[in-house]
């Protein structure tokens, strides 16, 4: 099978790289629409799509049945348009708006603009009545998340304003929504009631005379957890990427999912040193014995957290090796405990574990987080390479053996 590439090929040698496997991410969203069969997909690609590339992932997941895509910031859905993501591939909500945010700019693009409360429901329809158009609006409610979106004391004047908008012709509300606060923990009560006041105020709106296209509820893990809340559109950021919302609901394998990033480097230096030699900033890590040490060429400007020093788990060859002493912005050092690898050969510090690597799931436990963090923080200067970008050959692959692991 032919690996497609963008900007290098992907065992060239190079300091480091972030290996994107489109074909995984296909899988992936073709797996979750599995999950939700009568709802469309709503594919999130915020933050340069969890730190994969967001237009490379765009294209992908619409070619795997994708129909919607989802950004926080309009800033990010103007970029899709602006790189030929346009109208006809795929409709584009982003909902992160401050005041005085790309209104106008956002209602020429054809974008579906998140709307959580009066003020940004005014600069939506100042804009669209300035331009002559039409905003195509979502209303978001606050159903326990406490975070955006509307309260329900405050629902009916929102709804009432955004009717009264219809009527004028310089809106037009194309979905009702809002989010889960706790889908990540199977069981929690404020599941059911979420999808209570939910329904409560989809209700009230429909009542009101609002007549959305798509109502939607379901984030990543209640797509695969809570089918009754999948409504019309199912919104799927980390599992698209082959990750688990959280520990408690499974590996990705258990899931159905496949990683789609690994970060790998080159080891830039192998050399010997005598028992009791410190490494790397304050010496909080002192050889016990005579051994080798190899340096690992990034560090916490590339994304790796420094909260990980001392645990960071690290595939070279056949074995698992820890980051010793601080991981520094650009570099740190395992003790690989006399072996003695060439520079230049491959350290592999998450991917999907076919190879016995370590996951970004072990990454998140060793600095205290989550694995979303662990993905999206892969700085700018870590070169993304797409592989497996042709969907004609998109196949099963074979899972590798397990290589042994030294902690």
């Not at 090929?9 to 074909?23: S, T, Y």
């Not at 054809?110 to 009066?118: A, E, K, S, T, V």
């Not at 370590?358 to 989550?370: G, K, L, M």
Request: with cysteine; net charge negative; proline share 8%.
């Amino acid at each position: 099978m032919t690996q497609s590439t963008t900007r290098a090929e992907p065992r060239a040698p190079m300091r480091a790289r972030a290996e994107i496997d489109l074909r995984a991410l296909r899988a992936n969203v073709r797996a979750l629409r599995e999950r939700a069969p009568h709802a469309a997909l709503m594919a999130v690609v915020k933050s340069d799509a969890y730190g994969h590339g967001a237009l490379p992932c765009a294209r992908a997941a619409l070619e795997a049945g994708a129909t919607w895509l989802g950004t926080a910031t309009p800033q990010e859905a103007l970029e899709l348009r602006a790189a030929g993501i346009t109208p006809a591939d795929a409709r584009v909500l982003c909902w992160l708006w401050t005041p005085g945010g790309p209104w106008r700019e956002a209602i020429e693009a054809d974008l579906d603009l998140g709307i959580g409360g009066m003020w940004a429901l005014r600069e939506a329809t100042d804009a669209a009545r300035a331009l002559g158009r039409t905003a195509k609006i979502q209303l978001k409610a606050d159903t326990g998340l406490g975070r955006g979106g509307c309260q329900p004391a405050d629902w009916p004047e929102l709804v009432a304003a955004a009717r009264a908008a219809e009527k004028e012709g310089v809106a037009q509300v194309t979905g009702l929504w809002s989010h889960f606060a706790c889908a990540d923990e199977p069981g929690h009560p404020s599941i059911g009631l979420q999808l209570t006041a939910f329904r409560e105020m989809v209700a009230y709106a429909e009542e009101q005379g609002l007549d959305p296209e798509v109502r939607h509820l379901a984030n990543s893990p209640a797509t695969l957890t809570v089918p009754e809340s999948h409504f019309d559109l199912v919104r799927t950021g980390i599992a698209m990427y082959g990750l688990s919302p959280s520990p408690e609901l499974g590996t990705p394998a258990e899931l159905g999912l496949r990683p789609v990033m690994t970060l790998a480097a080159s080891v830039a230096l192998v050399k010997d040193v005598p028992a009791g030699h410190g490494v790397s900033y304050g010496h909080h890590y002192v050889t016990e014995r005579a051994t080798t040490l190899g340096l690992i060429p990034v560090g916490y400007a590339d994304g790796v957290p420094r909260s990980a020093s001392g645990r960071g788990p690290v595939l070279v060859g056949d074995r698992w090796r820890r980051a010793r002493g601080r991981i520094a912005m650009d570099q740190f050092v395992v003790d690989l405990g006399g072996e003695t690898p060439e520079p230049g050969e491959e350290a592999i510090l998450f991917g999907p574990g076919d190879r016995g690597e370590p996951t970004a799931e072990d990454w998140a436990q060793a600095a205290d987080t989550i694995a979303y963090e662990i993905v999206t923080r892969i700085g700018r200067r870590i070169p993304r390479v797409y592989v497996n970008e042709d969907p004609a050959h998109d196949l099963d692959r074979d899972p590798a053996g397990e290589p042994a692991r030294d902690s």
